[in-house]
């Protein structure tokens, strides 16, 4: 639940979804999936399937499909939705991932000798001695 809270926050948080929502988005989302990562369509309403729809665009869902042939000879078809548990750890990690590399670019500039900041004469006009 943390995970998809996280990557809702990376994704729809920065387009301006309010945490409330978000929370409320993840609760309802895993309502449908709970322990196992596919839900057969025929389970949604309208409502639910244009919420599907939406998330599938933000790469949190796809869809699949299976053919069932009956008795009659007639062919059934039956779709579900996949929640896409990798995208959705993906999207999770990818503020920490960046403020990480960011710690990381800083530390470089830690590491460098007092002596050597001030070996960097400066002048007025901007340019370097």
Not at 15 to 37: N, V
Not at 109 to 118: C, G, L, P, Q
Request: aromatic share 10%.
């Amino acid at each position: 639940m943390e995970d998809v809270v996280l990557a809702l926050q990376n994704t729809l948080g920065k387009k301006g979804m309010s945490s409330e929502d978000i929370d409320r988005l993840a609760e309802y989302l895993m309502s449908f999936f709970g322990f196992t990562d596919e839900v057969i369509d025929n389970k949604l309403t309208s409502e639910d399937r244009d919420v599907f729809y939406m998330l599938e665009e933000e790469g949190f869902l796809t869809t699949t499909q299976e053919e069932v042939h009956l008795k009659k000879g007639k062919l059934w078809r039956i779709h579900y939705w996949i929640l896409k548990k990798d995208q959705i750890l993906r999207l999770a990690r990818r503020e920490e991932e960046k403020s990480k590399s960011k710690d990381e670019c800083s530390a470089v500039y830690e590491d460098i000798s007092d002596d050597v900041w001030n070996s960097r004469g400066q002048c007025d006009d901007g340019e370097a001695d």
